[in-house]
């Protein structure tokens, strides 16, 4: 079974500082990849997803992911943080199970903190 | 209405109450989903339906009942629940199953005394 591990549980970081946000993910096979971001007392929104291709993966609001099949690894990034950036960061796997009813796996989440 | 909604958006209900949860989804997916979200765990995976049928139960106790009458509602009836039930409940939809891109309603917080 697929796994996601989200290392920070916090980070801080000054409004217009560079950000990354950490996730690894355990999966046999070359995995779906998701982050999606939570404003308080709303749903989940995509950011981005990696399926395949360019490892690159640009995604909305400045954000972007790079995947890294050696280190396991989909790191989130954007250049300069916005104070509108804080929220709850999460990433997600999800199997290549053609058809299969698997949901996505999620990791536990980072909240982002926005210092001005 | 567009995209995925969820009512109610807030909920109170005793251990001996019945209630229920409504998802709709206005994008003509496949898939729907309820996910549990409580403070500091991850994201739990509850029931997944594909084209009205359930094809994920995720060891969800029986007090937690799911429905899926069309591709476009779902519903989570609720009976008998525990405090430790209190959580955001949210549900999802998707073009299919599997790996899906999944698009989120903005949950039902529910507080059960």
């Known amino acids: 079974a697929q796994s996601v591990t989200q290392p920070d549980i916090h980070i801080t970081v000054s409004e217009g500082a560079s950000l990354e946000l950490r996730c690894n993910y355990s999966?046999?096979?070359?995995?779906?990849l998701f982050w999606y971001v939570q404003s308080p007392g709303q749903g989940l929104q995509l950011l981005l997803k990696y399926f395949s291709g360019d490892t690159l993966v640009q995604g909305i609001k400045g954000f972007e992911a790079e995947f890294k099949r050696s280190q396991s690894s989909f790191n989130l990034r954007k250049p300069s943080v916005h104070w509108s950036d804080a929220a709850e960061y999460f990433c997600?796997?999800?199997?290549?199970?053609?058809?299969?009813?698997?949901?996505?796996?999620f990791g536990k989440g980072t909240h982002l903190i926005i210092q001005p | 209405e567009t995209g995925v909604t969820q009512t109610p958006r807030h909920l109170v209900m005793g251990m001996t109450n019945k209630k229920s949860l409504k998802c709709e989804q206005h994008l003509g997916h496949n898939a729907m989903y309820w996910y549990k979200q409580s403070a500091k765990k991850p994201l739990e995976l509850m029931f997944v339906y594909n084209f009205k049928e359930q094809t994920e139960n995720n060891s969800v106790p029986s007090r937690f009942s799911p429905e899926c009458p069309n591709s476009s509602h779902l519903f989570l009836h609720l009976h008998t629940l525990q405090p430790e039930d209190s959580a955001l409940y949210l549900c999802?939809?998707?073009?299919?199953?599997?790996?899906?891109?999944?698009?989120f309603g903005p949950g039902t917080r529910l507080t059960v005394l």
């Open positions: 999802a939809s998707s073009h299919g199953v599997g790996s899906d891109e999944q698009f």
């Open positions: 999966y046999g096979a070359t995995p779906y």
């Open positions: 997600a796997v999800g199997a290549q199970s053609g058809g299969g009813a698997d949901g996505l796996t």
